[in-house]
């Protein structure tokens, strides 16, 4: 894509051309600001949770694409982390939950970046997960303090 691309905003939905999903809109009420950019990418505050489809044309539950809404419009790969790992326990610190204005468990949302390797491995992002307050549509990547979890966290079968 080229630096020329642009986010139209069209009433309630906004087009974005998606270096990985290609032309799309989004719904300006799924727009989550992110409180400090995602690592590697500075001028990137904006983001919107796009459903993954199925060949069958039917979203799958377990993946998601975060789609950013400003250039370069690249997208991660994104899924919930107990469908992974049911035992995931991840302790936010208390500065990113005061950032995130998180006061309980129940208004965070938290999502892992999966990455799919060349060779067709695929890892999951298990030391810095993306963390949402969904009531403020405000979200993070938090690096968690405690080294249990790793940034590659190996798949055991094929993403679906």
Same mark, same amino acid.
């Given at each position: ?5 642009? +986010?139209?905003? +069209?009433?309630? !939905?906004?087009? &974005? ?8 809109? #989004?719904?300006?009420?799924?727009? @989550?600001?992110?409180? *400090? ?12 949770? &796009?459903? %993954? !489809?199925?060949?069958?044309? +039917?979203?799958? *539950?377990?993946?998601?694409? $975060?789609?950013? $809404?400003?250039?370069?419009? %690249?997208?991660? @790969? ?27 468990? *129940? ?7 999966? +990455? &799919?390797?060349?060779e067709g491995g695929v890892s ?6 993306? #963390? ?9 990547? &938090? ?9 590659? %966290? ?7």
């Amino acid at each position: 894509m080229s630096g020329t691309t642009q +986010t139209v905003g +069209t009433g309630d !939905m906004i087009a &974005v051309q998606s270096q990985a999903l290609g032309d799309i809109e #989004v719904s300006s009420d799924n727009i @989550i600001r992110f409180a *400090e950019p995602v690592a590697g990418f500075p001028d990137c505050g904006d983001y919107a949770l &796009v459903p %993954h !489809m199925q060949s069958d044309g +039917t979203p799958n *539950e377990n993946i998601m694409w $975060l789609q950013a $809404l400003e250039v370069p419009f %690249h997208a991660f @790969i994104v899924t919930d982390p107990w469908s992974v790992m049911g035992d995931y326990s991840p302790e936010i610190p208390d500065a990113d939950a005061e950032q995130l204005g998180l006061s309980s468990f *129940e208004d965070a949302r938290v999502l892992v970046i999966l +990455t &799919v390797a060349p060779e067709g491995g695929v890892s999951v992002n298990l030391r810095a997960p993306i #963390v949402f307050n969904v009531r403020e549509r405000l979200g993070k990547q &938090v690096v968690l303090l405690s080294d249990r979890y790793e940034t590659r %966290h190996m798949l055991g079968g094929a993403a679906g």
